[in-house]
């Protein structure tokens, strides 16, 4: 299975300044076809994952364009470009290029 | 709206199994894929497997192969997960989520598995 390593495991921050997560692919995520499935997802406590991000850097409707995706093949990053506080939580990144879907171990936001 | 809604809560004894649902709506259920997540205590999130609504088709994560089927009812748009053979580590909190996108997710089912 295609192992992603999101560093670091936890990010503390300070409201208005920006904030990074990196996640690693254990093999490349680009598919046969040229796309890349890298997906980020955001969990606030005591809620369901909601995506944010799908294939590498295109936003979900509703989602603050303060969040941006970008990287290609094995290396990954999601950027906050002014946290707020509505923002905590933790972040997983995720694979749909290989059999089977993996996720990161998660990134904590904490303010 | 696209909207996922899990059945509620259960607790369940070792070796039993337990049954969750998820009813979508807001969509074609058949055009979409269905897969399952489910995620421990403090731990992070662990894919289950995937259906399809049209064929019925369905494949698990190996880990899961044997005691996991992926069921589901057209007529009322609703997907199901049940898991056999229970033990304490399947104690979790399970979500459905469409695919191949993982967008939307539903509320998650708690599943308590205690003697």
């Known amino acids: 299975d295609v192992v992603l390593t999101q560093s670091p495991l936890s990010l503390p921050v300070t409201l208005g300044q920006p904030a990074s997560v990196s996640c690693r692919s254990s093999q490349s995520l680009v598919h046969s076809g040229g796309k890349t499935f890298l997906y980020w997802f955001h969990q606030r406590p005591g809620q369901s994952p909601r995506r944010l991000i799908y294939k590498v850097s295109n936003r979900d409707s509703g989602v603050p364009d303060r969040f941006s995706g970008s990287g290609s093949g094995t290396d990954f990053t999601l950027q906050i470009s002014r946290v707020e506080a509505e923002d905590i939580g933790i972040y997983y990144c995720?694979?749909?290029?290989?059999?089977?879907?993996?996720f990161g171990q998660g990134t904590k936001l904490e303010i | 709206q696209v909207q996922l809604v899990q059945s509620g809560g259960e607790v369940k004894k070792p070796g039993a199994s337990v049954k969750v649902s998820c009813k979508a709506s807001?969509?074609?259920?058949?055009?979409?894929?269905i897969n399952w997540v489910r995620q421990t205590a403090g731990q992070g999130l662990e894919w289950m497997g995937w259906?399809?609504?049209?064929?019925?088709?369905?494949n698990s994560a190996e880990k899961f192969q044997g005691r996991v089927t992926m069921t589901r009812n057209t007529s009322i748009t609703t997907a199901y997960l049940e898991l056999s053979s229970l033990t304490s580590e399947d104690t979790a909190v399970y979500y459905c989520?469409?695919?191949?996108?993982?967008?939307?997710w539903g509320q998650g089912t708690q599943v308590t598995v205690s003697s």
């Open positions: 807001g969509y074609a259920f058949h055009s979409y894929d």
């Open positions: 259906m399809n609504p049209d064929s019925g088709n369905a």
């Open positions: 989520t469409r695919g191949p996108g993982f967008d939307p």
């Open positions: 995720m694979q749909g290029t290989h059999w089977p879907p993996t």
